[in-house]
């Protein structure tokens, strides 16, 4: 079935370090691919997405590129701040639905000062 | 736009209460989804909704739960009775139909059963 792996957290980084955390999905299918973010006390909400493979999605200095021939989708981040502490989220499209998505077990970002 | 809307916030109640969280999609959405997230077991999808109607409740949990979209603006989540098992933060999302359109999550509801 529809699965996605991410990289156990967290990760604790200093202020503009480069970050990578490491995210792979079941090959069925070219599925529309997702980072979400959450912030303390909130939900989550959507980073950046790629639809096709070698797209790459970016958004608020971070990036991940599709890449189909390793099945991944990390994220990266040349520079993090204190202020991107937060739990990222991997996800893919569900083959069941065209909407739904599977996440991954999410990754917590610590930046220290 | 006022985005997707959960209410309460958070709830405490004892064991063997009824609870029920209540959420607005944003408007024009079709698709609604309500998640549970726990330490233990991460973000985990409970129901999934679309145009008002029940896709896959797969993920409820137990008879106990139980979710009903009586309209596109509003949806329940109910719980009865209310164990301390099902203490978590209950997120509602909506999107647009369309494949791959993003997905618009609430503040979630923190729930505490004691």
């Known amino acids: 079935g529809d699965s996605v792996t991410q990289m156990e957290g967290p990760v604790t980084l200093s202020e503009e370090a480069f970050l990578t955390i490491n995210c792979t999905y079941t090959a069925t299918g070219y599925p529309s691919l997702f980072w979400y973010v959450q912030y303390p006390g909130e939900g989550l909400q959507l980073l950046l997405k790629?639809?096709?493979?070698?797209d790459k999605g970016s958004n608020k200095g971070f990036e991940a590129t599709y890449r189909k021939e390793t099945t991944s989708f990390h994220l990266e981040k040349g520079s993090v701040q204190v202020s991107d502490s937060a739990v990222y989220f991997c996800a893919r499209i569900s083959n069941n639905a065209g909407n739904m998505l599977t996440f991954g077990g999410g990754t917590r970002l610590m930046v220290k000062p | 736009d006022a985005g997707v809307i959960q209410s309460p916030r958070h709830e405490v109640t004892e064991m063997g209460q009824e609870v029920t969280l209540r959420c607005k999609p944003i408007s024009g959405h079709n698709s609604l989804f309500w998640y549970r997230q726990t330490m233990m077991r991460g973000l985990e999808l409970l129901i999934y909704?679309?145009?008002?109607?029940?896709?896959?409740d797969s993920g409820m949990p137990e008879d106990r739960f139980s979710a009903k979209m009586p309209n596109a603006s509003f949806s329940t989540l109910k719980i009865q009775p209310s164990e301390p098992r099902d203490s978590a933060v209950y997120f509602c999302?909506?999107?647009?139909?369309?494949?791959?359109?993003?997905?618009?999550f609430g503040n979630g509801t923190r729930l505490t059963v004691t």
């Open positions: 999302a909506s999107t647009q139909g369309w494949e791959g359109s993003p997905l618009h």
């Open positions: 790629a639809t096709k493979a070698d």
């Open positions: 909704f679309n145009n008002n109607v029940p896709i896959d």
